[in-house]
């Protein structure tokens, strides 16, 4: 189970532990009762321990099976992610190049180390772009990077909310129903009409909210760096009740995310992103089993938590707007959204690149895999996409995202206003949502990387291993240890006493 993808592997490991306590908690009852009851009639009586391996063994099959169609459905659907970004990359490059997936490329081994880096470079491009974005300026960038050199850097995001009365309405409504009567009387004819009219009061409340993203170093909260920052958002409520519709005021608890690691890979004198696997280290085992990477993947976890929380914390301040009008659902990111780092090679790339680009975000470094692959195949060119290629795909990325912020505009109200919503809530809401799409694609191209070397492995062996396997094997290599009429029996005594018949077996 080492090549399963770790999040797989996590609840296979939870599952393990439950059904343990569960199978030990049947054993002691099975121990219980053996015990107060008398002689057996004839019959095989199995030690508990040999049940309960033979169950583990059952179990550990289940698993796997489980495991196995897990990560074939994960696999179509990963694959199909990555084919709608294939789309958009055979858009930006010339027609002649041919990049494809890692899979339906002949590659070598180190190719997949450079892949690794590859993609780990454009997420962390890619992340910091969703920065700028956000309102992170150069000199905002500078100095998060001068304390991620000693301390760590948090991202901060903090939201309150006050509800306050303003006033109480009363009007009368009038039924939409109206009864007429009609008739005759001292000769004429006359009609009588009658309709309900209700009385209803109405209660209005002021709701106004409030956020701030800012960053700070080490425990130090109090010394930081606003990026955006508002107040006085406000919405009118309408309750039929005296009841407030929110509690009188509310501080939300912060949500923090640490961004150290990011700005880390930051080179401070070009402000490029220079990431590289040490596969020299005694613990790089794949391009997703090491240390660098396993650091790589904590992050694009806990910051992908964070936007989520986020974005979920602004949509409860968006659900208390009554009558909205606006398209809150062209906030959401597209179904399959581009990503710049897909986990795409080129056969015989020889080199060719896009023009290369003024500004690059990604460091054009040697790195350990780079210098490993020149001394292993002298004379050969790696099928990973080179530094221009990423680069022009980064900028593609931001087209996306920048066209997305500019027809938003043209549908909600313009920054400044009073209103709950504005351009800027919708704008930290688009790029908190690509953010999010960002981090998890990460995840599922190391996923996907890791699962092609597992597929590769299992089509060189021939066949799965599983835990049967090794038992067949040891036993038919233990077989030739012994010559046929020496060879020792399996053992399986019946336990008997004179004229009685077998009270259990002893068996190894």
């Known amino acids: 189970m080492n090549a399963i993808p770790p999040r797989l592997r996590t609840a296979a490991k939870k599952w393990f532990r439950q059904q343990e306590s569960v199978e030990c908690e049947k054993a002691r009852r099975r121990r219980e009762e053996a015990a107060s009851r008398p002689a057996q009639l004839p019959g095989r009586v199995l030690d508990v321990d040999m049940q309960r391996d033979m169950y583990w063994l059952s179990a550990l099959h289940q698993v796997e099976e489980k495991i196995q169609t897990t990560m074939c459905f994960r696999e179509e659907t990963l694959r199909r992610k990555f084919d709608a970004s294939l789309v958009t990359v055979r858009k930006?490059?010339?027609?002649?190049?041919?990049?494809?997936?890692?899979?339906?490329?002949?590659?070598?081994?180190?190719?997949?180390?450079?892949?690794?880096?590859?993609?780990?470079?454009?997420?962390?491009?890619?992340?910091?772009?969703?920065?700028?974005?956000?309102?992170?300026?150069?000199?905002?960038?500078?100095?998060?990077?001068?304390?991620?050199?000693?301390?760590?850097?948090?991202?901060?995001?903090?939201?309150?909310?006050?509800?306050?009365?303003?006033?109480?309405?009363?009007?009368?409504?009038?039924?939409?129903?109206?009864?007429?009567?009609?008739?005759?009387?001292?000769?004429?004819?006359?009609?009588?009409?009658?309709?309900?009219?209700?009385?209803?009061?109405?209660?209005?409340?002021?709701?106004?909210?409030?956020?701030?993203?800012?960053?700070?170093?080490?425990?130090?909260?109090?010394?930081?760096?606003?990026?955006?920052?508002?107040?006085?958002?406000?919405?009118?409520?309408?309750?039929?009740?005296?009841?407030?519709?929110?509690?009188?005021?509310?501080?939300?608890?912060?949500?923090?995310?640490?961004?150290?690691?990011?700005?880390?890979?930051?080179?401070?004198?070009?402000?490029?992103?220079?990431?590289?696997?040490?596969?020299?280290?005694?613990?790089?085992?794949?391009?997703?089993?090491?240390?660098?990477?396993?650091?790589?993947?904590?992050?694009?976890?806990?910051?992908s938590q964070w936007s989520?929380?986020?974005?979920?914390?602004?949509?409860?301040?968006f659900n208390v707007v009554q009558d909205n009008k606006l398209d809150m659902g062209s906030l959401q990111t597209p179904g399959n959204p581009f990503l710049p780092f897909a986990p795409l090679l080129e056969e015989g790339r020889k080199g060719a690149e896009q023009s290369q680009p003024k500004q690059r975000r990604v460091e054009a470094t040697q790195t350990d895999s780079m210098v490993e692959y020149k001394k292993q195949h002298e004379g050969d060119v790696p099928a990973v996409l080179g530094g221009a290629d990423l680069e022009a795909l980064l900028q593609e990325e931001e087209r996306q995202i920048v066209e997305r912020l500019e027809t938003m505009a043209k549908a909600f109200p313009a920054s400044g206003g009073e209103g709950l919503i504005t351009q800027d809530e919708a704008r930290l809401t688009i790029l908190l949502h690509s953010a999010t799409s960002t981090l998890n694609g990460y995840s599922e191209c190391m996923d996907y990387l890791e699962v092609m070397l597992r597929k590769q492995l299992v089509a060189a062996i021939g066949k799965e291993i599983?835990?049967?396997?090794?038992?067949?094997?040891?036993?038919?290599?233990?077989?030739?240890?012994?010559?046929?009429?020496?060879?020792?029996?399996?053992?399986?005594?019946?336990?008997?006493?004179?004229?009685?018949?077998?009270?259990?077996?002893?068996s190894f």
């Open 92 to 303: 930006v490059f010339d027609t002649a190049r041919n990049p494809q997936l890692a899979e339906d490329v002949h590659h070598k081994y180190a190719d997949k180390y450079l892949l690794a880096e590859y993609m780990t470079n454009g997420h962390c491009a890619s992340l910091l772009t969703t920065l700028r974005l956000l309102g992170v300026t150069d000199e905002h960038m500078k100095t998060m990077k001068q304390w991620s050199s000693d301390r760590t850097v948090t991202l901060r995001f903090s939201s309150r909310h006050k509800c306050t009365f303003l006033e109480k309405k009363t009007r009368e409504v009038d039924s939409d129903k109206k009864d007429v009567v009609t008739g005759t009387g001292l000769g004429a004819a006359f009609s009588m009409s009658k309709k309900t009219v209700t009385t209803v009061t109405e209660y209005f409340w002021k709701f106004e909210c409030g956020y701030e993203l800012s960053a700070y170093k080490g425990n130090e909260p109090q010394e930081k760096i606003v990026i955006k920052q508002r107040d006085g958002a406000s919405t009118k409520v309408k309750t039929t009740t005296d009841k407030s519709p929110q509690v009188e005021a509310r501080e939300y608890p912060n949500i923090d995310v640490e961004l150290t690691w990011l700005l880390r890979q930051v080179n401070a004198a070009n402000g490029q992103v220079s990431f590289s696997i040490d596969r020299s280290h005694k613990k790089c085992l794949t391009p997703l089993r090491n240390e660098a990477s396993e650091k790589a993947m904590a992050f694009s976890q806990n910051a």
């Open 308 to 317: 989520r929380r986020v974005a979920a914390q602004l949509q409860v301040f």
């Open 466 to 506: 599983t835990a049967s396997d090794f038992a067949a094997y040891m036993q038919f290599h233990n077989r030739k240890m012994f010559k046929e009429e020496y060879a020792p029996k399996p053992l399986c005594l019946a336990v008997r006493r004179p004229n009685h018949y077998p009270e259990g077996t002893v």
